[in-house]
Structure formats: structure tokens, C-alpha cells
Nanobody, 124 residues
Framework: QVQLVESGGGLVQAGGSLRLSCAASGRIFSSYAMGWFRQAPGKERDLVAEITSGGKTSYADSVKGRFTISRDIAKNTVYLEMNSLKPEDTAVYYC??????????????????RGQGTQVTVSS
């Protein structure tokens, strides 16, 4: 059974920083691409950042230069470092894993495994 467990969400003021973590169980971690999606109320779920098994990264235009995705193979953990946060970054953030080799894998259905989500709220 593969599990993805997110942590690190919370409330932060605009301009602040948060780091999300996602601990992965099972043998998928080293061979799967990992992604962070987010969904704000009344909006579609969008890919924020992706990192392949080889370390290649992709970001949504709205977060480029502010967010950084990384992975620690030894710890089976993927991170999303979020800086210069804006109120529009407020959303539920989901950790995901995909066996797709298409890059970037921007479609939610491509992701085989998904976490429960963690709330990020940025106050103005």
C-alpha cells in the first residue's frame, strides 16, 4: 500500500514562507515523478511543481522564482519550499506521485497516488 502524507501547512502572512513535506511509503519514491497540486475554493486543481526521478523540475508560471521543489531519496520525502507567499497562494496543497514519463505531467488523472492534502492560508 502506497501512502503519501503531507505536513507543514498552516497560516502565514503575505510575504512569509512555509515548507511543505511529503513522506512517501512503498517502493515508488525513487522511480516516480512527484508533484504538488493545489486547489483553492471554487477553482480548478492545478499543478504547482513537479520533480522527476532524475531531478528535473517544472513550475507553474505563478510560482516561478518563489517556490522550489526538491526530493530526498534517502528519506523518501519531497519538499515544497514556498517563499514570498501571496494571498492567492491560499489553497489545499496535495502531494502526488506519477509513473508517467510525460514531462511535465500537468493532468491530475496522470497521478497514480495522492495525499490527503494540507491547507495553506496566506493572510493579507
Amino acid at each position: 500500500q502506497v501512502q503519501l502524507v503531507e505536513s507543514g501547512g498552516g497560516l502565514v502572512q503575505a510575504g512569509g514562507s512555509l515548507r511543505l513535506s511529503c513522506a512517501a511509503s512503498g517502493r515508488i519514491f525513487s522511480s516516480y515523478a512527484m508533484g504538488w497540486f493545489r486547489q483553492a475554493p471554487g477553482k480548478e486543481r492545478d499543478l504547482v511543481a513537479e520533480i522527476t526521478s532524475g531531478g528535473k523540475t517544472s513550475y507553474a508560471d505563478s510560482v516561478k522564482g518563489r517556490f522550489t521543489i526538491s526530493r530526498d531519496i534517502a528519506k523518501n520525502t519531497v519538499y515544497l519550499e514556498m517563499n514570498s507567499l501571496k494571498p492567492e497562494d491560499t489553497a489545499v496543497y496535495y502531494c502526488t506521485a506519477t509513473s508517467s514519463t510525460f514531462f511535465p505531467s500537468t493532468n491530475w488523472p496522470l497521478y497514480n497516488y495522492r495525499g490527503q492534502g494540507t491547507q495553506v492560508t496566506v493572510s493579507s
